[in-house]
């Protein structure tokens, strides 16, 4: 496991984990030592937390509660994997909010909402897009809390067979989404027919193979817009979408703005980025205020 600490600011570490262990490799367990999200930018592994699992794949979230036992395997691919991690101090978490389900989540299949901005702070983490990690971050974390909150866990139980069945497929999917990709075509490629490809492949990943299709095109276009001045309409035809006016209704949807919007603030910034960055400087001013206080009354303490 190679980790590397791209920001510490205060109430957000983010840490660039690559994992290169495979099938021989011997899982062990770790401990979850404080609240964090984690974008899945690349590969696969089984995420297996308070007795469940959850199949992991690009564009998936892994979701970090305090003190919780976990166990990170790679039975089905030699690949490995590289996440983007924002691990949140306690008052960072109750600033954005969020329910007693939302860091019970476990894993979450690729969603649209969060798969634009994890590309976002990709972007960010390699220095191709002026939106500030700190910034990416914020918008990212507070972004889960409301995609999650009051969603309840969905744990996926299926053979080990089935789970490296659609973990395949999915990747398949992945690498060859700019493709008119039909289900009989994908159904083919995982040797099933098209009703078991699919009803295995939602069960396994928490999403369907068309969902899993437009959502990576979403996540490429996303990272394309994030890193340069392409125009719009190349950026859609190049990740899949046939359909200019298709592709712009599917990405405003998931991120909330346009396509053109979203490469401006990755890019020059807007008043949507001033509203982040306002936001970020009060929470620093708070965190900082709370350590000065811990200073000065050796008998308050606060977690970092």
């Given at each position: 496991m190679l980790t590397?600490?791209?920001?510490?600011?205060?109430?957000?570490?983010?840490?660039?984990y690559r994992c290169s262990t495979g099938p021989d490799a011997r899982p062990f367990?770790?401990?979850?030592?404080?609240?964090?999200?984690?974008?899945?930018?690349?590969?696969?592994?089984?995420?297996?937390?308070?007795?469940?699992c959850y199949e992991l794949?690009?564009?998936?979230?892994?979701?970090?509660?305090?003190?919780?036992?976990?166990?990170?395997?790679?039975?089905?691919?030699?690949?490995?994997?590289?996440?983007?991690?924002?691990?949140?101090?306690?008052?960072?978490?109750?600033?954005?909010?969020g329910d007693a389900n939302t860091w019970r989540t476990g894993g979450l299949p690729p969603l649209p909402e969060l798969?634009?901005?994890?590309?976002?702070?990709?972007?960010?983490?390699?220095?191709?897009?002026?939106?500030?990690?700190?910034?990416?971050?914020?918008?990212?974390?507070?972004?889960?809390?409301?995609?999650?909150?009051?969603?309840?866990?969905?744990?996926?139980?299926?053979?080990?067979?089935?789970?490296?069945?659609a973990v395949d497929a999915a990747m398949?999917?992945?690498?060859?989404?700019?493709?008119?990709?039909?289900?009989?075509?994908?159904?083919?490629?995982?040797?099933?027919?098209?009703?078991?490809?699919?009803?295995?492949?939602s069960r396994v990943?928490?999403?369907?193979?068309?969902?899993?299709?437009?959502?990576?095109?979403?996540?490429?276009?996303?990272r394309l817009l994030a890193d340069g001045d392409r125009f719009v309409t190349d950026v859609a035809l190049d990740v899949g979408f046939a359909d200019l006016s298709n592709f712009v209704r599917t990405f405003h949807r998931a991120a909330g703005i346009s396509p053109r919007v979203f490469r401006q603030a990755a890019r020059n910034g807007l008043k949507e980025r001033k509203i982040l960055q306002d936001r970020m400087a009060a929470l620093l001013d708070d965190d900082r205020l709370i350590h000065s206080s811990s200073r000065k009354s050796p008998c308050t303490t606060t977690s970092e």
């Open positions: 590397a600490t791209a920001l510490q600011s205060g109430p957000i570490e983010v840490v660039d367990t770790e401990v979850h030592s404080g609240y964090s999200v984690s974008y899945v930018r690349k590969g696969s592994f089984s995420y297996r937390v308070r007795g469940e794949v690009a564009g998936s979230v892994l979701v970090g509660r305090p003190d919780d036992e976990f166990m990170c395997t790679h039975d089905h691919h030699v690949c490995g994997d590289e996440c983007l991690a924002f691990h949140l101090s306690p008052d960072f978490v109750d600033l954005i909010g798969m634009v901005l994890g590309e976002l702070a990709q972007a960010a983490a390699c220095k191709h897009s002026d939106v500030g990690l700190d910034e990416a971050g914020l918008w990212f974390a507070s972004r889960f809390v409301e995609v999650v909150a009051g969603r309840e866990p969905t744990p996926q139980r299926a053979t080990a067979r089935d789970r490296q069945r398949w999917i992945n690498t060859h989404s700019q493709q008119d990709i039909a289900l009989d075509h994908a159904a083919r490629q995982a040797g099933l027919s098209p009703f078991h490809f699919l009803r295995l492949f990943l928490g999403v369907s193979p068309h969902q899993y299709l437009v959502r990576s095109r979403l996540r490429h276009a996303a």
